[in-house]
């Protein structure tokens, strides 16, 4: 079985996947200029606390990379 036209359709997803992700990181990289603690993280780990920045046991998992001496967040959702 052939499919015509499927190296032009995957060298125009591959174009697509190349200006998201260039997207991606000039977002990371806004983020770390206006928090340069996130410099201390990689990409993943950044993308994955910015994603669950609602979920403290995700967060948690990073806290340790920006905050020297600070191993755990405890937060409470009280209002």
Do not use: W
Not at 52 to 57: A, E, I, L, R, Y
């Amino acid at each position: 079985m052939t499919y015509e036209g499927f190296m032009s359709d995957l060298t125009d997803i591959s174009k697509k996947l190349d200006e998201c992700q260039k997207i991606l990181l000039s977002l990371l990289e806004q983020k770390r200029s206006e928090f340069p603690r996130f410099y201390f993280v990689s990409s993943d780990e950044l993308f994955e606390l910015l994603g669950n920045s609602k979920d403290p046991s995700k967060v948690n998992k990073h806290i340790r990379k920006c905050f020297e001496g600070v191993n755990k967040l405890k937060i409470d959702n009280q209002v």
